[in-house]
C-alpha cells in the first residue's frame, strides 16, 4: 500500500517526475558511457601492449614512437636501419625482436612489413588461405578484409604514405594470400606482408626515380649498400627478463642514433592525459545527477507544502510519522530507480550507435555490456541522491503539528 | 458510551478553555453548539485525541483516553473513533475506493472492500469510487469522507462544522445520513458547529460560550 502510494503520487506529478528521471537518466548515462568507453579502449590499449616491453625507432617523441609501433594510429618518427637494430637484438637480454616497416597503404589501412613473429605475437590466426612466402604476398587483418571486400587471390596497388590520399604505387600490385580471423587488436585494422615486399616497392620507385634524372651514382656496388643499409621504421622488442628494462632503454637513447619507448610508461602518460578529459566529463555527469537530486528535492517540497493537510490527516488515521517519511523516501528511491535504469539502458544504446559509428576502424567487443563493477557504484550513488533528497523535506514530517494543521482552512 | 468530564486546555498563547461535562450514549447524538472563539475545534481535537487536556477525563466504554501517549492516541484514535474534519481532505494521488480503504490499512485492521461499497451504495456515492478525489464536487467529498469515517466501524463519530457549507435541504440530508449511520453501526455521534438551524433537531446538546 505505501508503495502503491508512492507510486500513485509519482504518476500524479507526470511532468515533474519525468524531469527528475530524466536528469538522472542523463547524468548516469554518460557516467556508464564513459565507463563503457573506457573499459573498451583500456582493454584494447592493455592488449596490444601486452607482451612488448621495449620499441626502438627513429628518434622522435616517445610517445609517438608507441603510438605509430603498437597501435598504428600516428606517423612513424622515421626511419633506422635494419643492421643497428639487430646490432642490439644480440644483446642477451633481448628475447625477441620484431621489425616493422610502415609507409604505404591501401584505402587508409597501413600495410605493414614484417615477419612471422608478428603474428605469434598477437596469437593472430589465419582464417583462409596462407601466410606471405613470396614478395608481394600479403594477408588482411579481418576488418581490413570486412571493409574492402579483398578476397583471396584478389590484387591491388598500395598509395605511398599513410592516408588514402598519398601517390599510388600502381607499377607494382599486392596480392591477397590470406586472411585472418578476428582477433580483437591492433592487428586486425592492418595489411601484412614481409619487410621484403616493402623494399622491393620501394627501391623499384627508386630506380624509375633515379633513370628520370639520369642520376646513378654508385650502380656497381648498390646490391652491397642495399643488404647494409636495408631501412626499417622500428622494432618490438621483447626482453628475457625484466633487467632488461633496466638498462637497455637508458643505454639506446643516450649512445645511439635510435631512440628506445617502453610502451608501459608511454601508455600511462596517455591514459594521464586522456583521464583529464574523461574526468571532466565524469564531473559534468555527476553535476547533471546531483541536479536531478535537486529536482527531486524540489518537486517533493513543493509537493510536501501541498500535502501538509494530506500528511497531518493520515496521520490522525493512525499513520506512524516513520511510515509517511519511509513513504516519502519511497518516491525519491523510485525515482533514483528509474533515472538509473534508463540510463543504463540510454548507455548501452549510446554504445551500439557509436560502435556503428566507428566499427569501421575499431571493432566492438559486445560481451562488454554487461553490468560494470563502476555501475555498481553509480548505483549506490543513484539511490543516496534519492534517498537524501527526499529525506530533507520529508525530515519535516517528524514536527507536523497534526492539530494545527488540520484546524487550519 | 462517551463520558467526558471537567475537560481544560490552554494555548502557549494563554488562551485558556475549560468545558463542560457530558456524555453520549452509543447511538445517541450529541450536539457541541458555539460560536466562533467558544472552543469548538479545540473541544473537538481534545476529542479526537489530537491535543491532550490539562485536566479531566475521556472516557469511551468506561476506559480513559485524555491521558495517552500520542504513540497510543494515535492506535486508539483509528480504532475507536471516525472523525469528519470540516474541510473534506483525501489522499489527492488515490481514487475514492482507495482512500476509503486507505482508513483500515492505517489503522491497521484487514482491508474492507465490501465495506467500502457498502458505505457509498448507502451514502448514494457507489458510481464515483473509481475517480479521483479532487474530480469530486464538495457535497460528494462530504459523503466519502462521512464513508471514510465510518469504514473502521468506530465506537464514535466525531463531525466538525458538517453542514456550514450546506443550503437547507443538503444540511437536513446530511445529518439523517450521520444519524442513521450512527445508529446502525451503535457509534456515539457527536457533532460540533455553529449552525444555528442544528439546534432543534437534536435533544442532547451542549453550548459553548
Known amino acids: ?409 | 458510551m462517551l463520558t467526558v468530564s471537567n475537560l481544560a486546555f490552554s494555548y502557549k498563547s494563554q488562551r485558556k478553555f475549560s468545558f463542560p461535562s457530558f456524555s453520549c450514549a452509543q447511538g445517541d447524538a450529541l450536539l457541541i453548539l458555539g460560536n466562533s472563539g467558544t472552543g469548538k475545534t479545540t473541544l473537538l481535537h481534545l476529542l479526537a485525541l489530537l491535543l491532550q487536556p490539562e485536566s479531566g477525563s475521556i472516557q469511551i466504554n468506561n476506559q480513559e483516553f485524555a491521558k495517552l501517549q500520542p504513540k497510543a492516541a494515535t492506535k486508539m484514535r483509528a480504532s475507536h473513533l471516525g472523525i469528519i474534519y470540516q474541510k473534506s481532505h483525501f489522499v489527492s494521488s488515490l481514487s475514492v475506493l482507495e482512500n476509503l480503504i486507505l482508513a483500515n490499512y492505517l489503522a491497521e485492521k484487514p482491508l474492507s472492500k465490501e465495506q467500502a461499497v457498502r458505505l457509498a451504495k448507502s451514502l448514494g456515492f457507489y458510481e464515483l469510487l473509481d475517480k479521483k478525489t479532487t474530480l469530486l464536487s464538495g457535497g460528494e467529498q462530504q459523503r466519502v469522507s462521512i464513508a471514510r469515517a465510518l469504514m473502521n466501524n468506530p465506537d464514535v463519530i466525531l463531525a466538525d462544522e458538517p453542514t456550514s457549507n450546506l443550503d437547507d435541504e443538503n444540511c437536513d440530508k446530511v445529518i439523517n445520513l450521520l444519524e442513521n449511520q450512527s445508529k446502525s453501526i451503535g457509534a456515539a455521534l457527536v457533532i460540533v458547529t455553529h449552525d444555528q438551524r442544528l439546534k432543534d433537531k437534536f435533544s442532547n446538546k451542549i453550548i459553548l460560550s
Open chain 1, 1 to 409: 500500500m505505501l508503495l502503491k502510494i508512492s507510486w500513485k503520487n509519482i504518476l500524479d506529478k507526470k511532468l515533474n517526475s519525468f524531469l527528475c528521471i530524466l536528469l538522472m537518466t542523463l547524468g548516469i548515462a554518460i557516467i556508464s558511457l564513459l565507463l563503457l568507453l573506457g573499459k573498451q579502449l583500456q582493454d584494447k590499449f592493455t592488449k596490444n601492449i601486452s607482451g612488448i616491453d621495449m620499441v626502438i625507432g627513429a628518434k622522435g617523441s616517445p610517445l609517438q614512437l608507441i603510438l605509430s609501433s603498437v597501435y598504428q594510429i600516428d606517423n612513424p618518427t622515421g626511419n633506422v636501419y635494419l643492421s643497428d637494430i639487430q646490432e642490439i637484438a644480440q644483446n642477451p637480454l633481448v628475447k625477441e625482436m620484431i621489425p616493422l616497416s610502415m609507409g604505404d597503404n591501401y584505402l587508409g589501412y597501413r600495410i605493414v612489413g614484417t615477419n612471422k613473429k608478428y603474428l605469434e605475437h598477437f596469437k593472430a590466426n589465419i582464417e583462409t588461405g596462407i601466410l606471405f612466402k613470396k614478395d608481394l604476398d600479403v594477408i588482411l587483418g579481418a576488418q581490413v578484409a570486412l571493409n574492402t571486400d579483398l578476397k583471396i587471390g584478389d590484387s591491388f596497388a598500395s598509395a605511398h604514405g599513410l592516408d588514402a590520399a598519398g601517390e599510388v604505387h600502381d607499377h607494382t600490385k599486392y596480392k591477397v594470400v590470406g586472411i585472418l580471423a578476428f582477433n580483437n587488436s591492433v592487428i586486425d585494422n592492418l595489411v601484412l606482408t614481409s619487410l621484403s615486399s616493402i623494399w622491393n616497392i620501394h627501391e623499384h620507385n627508386e630506380e624509375m626515380e633515379n633513370s628520370e634524372d639520369k642520376v646513378a651514382e654508385h650502380p656497381e656496388n648498390e646490391e652491397d649498400v642495399d643488404m647494409d643499409k636495408r631501412e626499417i621504421t622500428s622494432a618490438l622488442i621483447k626482453f628475457r627478463s625484466p633487467m632488461g628494462l633496466m638498462s637497455m632503454p637508458r643505454n639506446i637513447n643516450q649512445n645511439s642514433k635510435l631512440q628506445a619507448a617502453l610502451p608501459s610508461i608511454e601508455v600511462n602518460r596517455l591514459f594521464e592525459l586522456l583521464g583529464i578529459g574523461v574526468d571532466g566529463l565524469q564531473i559534468l555527469a555527476a553535476v547533471i545527477m546531483l541536479i536531478s537530486g535537486i529536482s527531486v528535492f524540489v518537486s517533493l517540497y513543493n509537493s510536501l507544502k501541498e500535502r501538509k493537510y494530506e500528511m497531518a490527516l493520515m496521520l490522525s488515521m493512525g499513520a506512524s510519522r516513520t511510515r509517511l517519511f519511509l513513504m516519502l523516501l519511497l518516491e525519491g528511491v523510485l525515482l533514483a530507480l528509474f533515472g538509473f535504469m534508463a540510463g543504463i539502458v540510454l548507455s548501452r544504446i549510446g554504445i551500439i550507435l557509436i560502435s556503428n559509428q566507428i566499427s569501421k576502424k575499431f571493432h566492438f567487443d559486445v560481451s562488454q555490456m554487461s553490468i560494470q563493477t563502476g555501475e555498481i557504484y553509480l548505483f549506490a550513488g543513484a539511490l543516496a541522491i534519492g534517498i537524501l533528497a527526499a529525506a530533507l523535506p520529508s525530515i519535516n514530517i517528524y514536527k507536523l503539528n497534526i492539530s494545527r494543521t488540520l484546524a487550519e482552512e
